[in-house]
């Protein structure tokens, strides 16, 4: 389900050779209509017309359309579901199970549209952060004769929701603010360590200064940025597709995690101004 101007080429092509590799029906779609029929309800009665970000748009226009395009994949996922084994004569007719993609690290740092395409009646990797999903996608590429896999591997994430221009091409990790296997060490930390901002500030600063990854402040800037996002994005935890819980730091917390799913501005002061506390102290040995 793609956009003429958004989805490229390799995307396209690696979906049509998966398919192909694992005996599935493919279609390959533009959903750029359905889009434009959204888009253009500002136009006609708010007489206001929404730009993306690359065409000077604001970032409230710039996300606005960007969610526009994954609520209608979900809607569109039910509505092939349910036209697709009568349209193949599958006897009996029935419908067909909706299948979601967004993996843990994407839910904990909120980078998905609350009812968009994350939003199914199963999500098989809902529960496994970036990290493992790569090596098991890697693992499997060898252990069910799947070479295409490779191809997935080495592709840039991207949601692919903005145009593509010849400057511009967008990127998961770019549009977070922080890396895949950044997300994997923030998220294990809070739900297999459970560890606040400051736990996981002193316990960061500490490893990533050794290995040279991140200074001090770096690393409090990083552990800020997830915890912000994190506490203003709780509320899409609650709406998450169930999934296959195999490990210990999953975040289907709606189910498995009672802490509350809304954070006074309070909470994340306090966390982050301990967070300066410490940073001052840390800074003035290293003085």
């Known amino acids: ?15 049509k050779e998966l398919g192909e590799a694992i ?40 996300l606005a359309l960007q969610n526009i395009q994954a609520r209608s994949r979900m809607v569109t996922a039910y509505y092939y ?23 843990c690290g994407e839910s904990l740092r909120g980078y998905l549209t609350k009812y968009d395409c994350s939003s199914a009646d199963l999500n098989p990797i809902g529960s496994i952060d970036k990290s493992d999903l790569k090596r098991y996608i890697a693992w ?7 070479p295409v896999l ?17 400057t511009y091409v967008q990127s998961d990790e770019a549009d977070m603010g922080m890396t895949y296997d950044e997300l994997t060490e923030f998220g294990r930390l ?3 360590n459970k560890m606040g901002p400051l736990g996981m500030f002193l316990k960061l600063q500490h490893d990533w200064s050794v290995s040279g990854k991140c200074s001090p402040r770096e690393t409090a800037e ?6 912000h996002y994190y506490a203003i994005n709780r509320h899409k935890m609650t709406t998450l597709t169930p999934s296959l819980h195999s490990n210990e730091y999953s975040p289907d917390d709606n189910r498995f995690d009672l802490r509350p799913f809304l954070y006074p501005p309070f909470f994340q002061n306090y966390s982050f101004k301990r967070i300066d506390e410490e940073l001052e102290k840390i800074e003035k040995m290293g003085q």
């Open 150 to 166: 490779a191809k997935f591997l080495s592709a840039t994430p991207t949601a692919e929701l903005e145009p593509i221009t010849q």
């Open 1 to 15: 389900m793609g956009m003429r101007t958004q989805s490229s080429k390799e995307t396209r092509s690696r979906a």
């Open 23 to 62: 005996g599935s029906f493919h279609i390959d779609m533009d959903i750029d209509e359905v889009f434009a029929a959204q888009k253009n309800t500002a136009v006609k009665y708010l007489s206001f017309e929404p730009r993306f970000h690359v065409h000077g748009g604001s970032n409230s226009e710039n």
């Open 190 to 192: 809070r739900k297999v």
């Open 81 to 103: 579901a349910q036209l697709l084994p009568t349209i193949r004569k599958r006897p009996g007719g029935g419908g067909l199970l909706v299948l979601g993609s967004a993996n």
């Open 140 to 146: 499997a590429q060898t252990a069910y004769n799947l």
């Open 222 to 227: 990083k552990v800020k940025r997830f915890f």
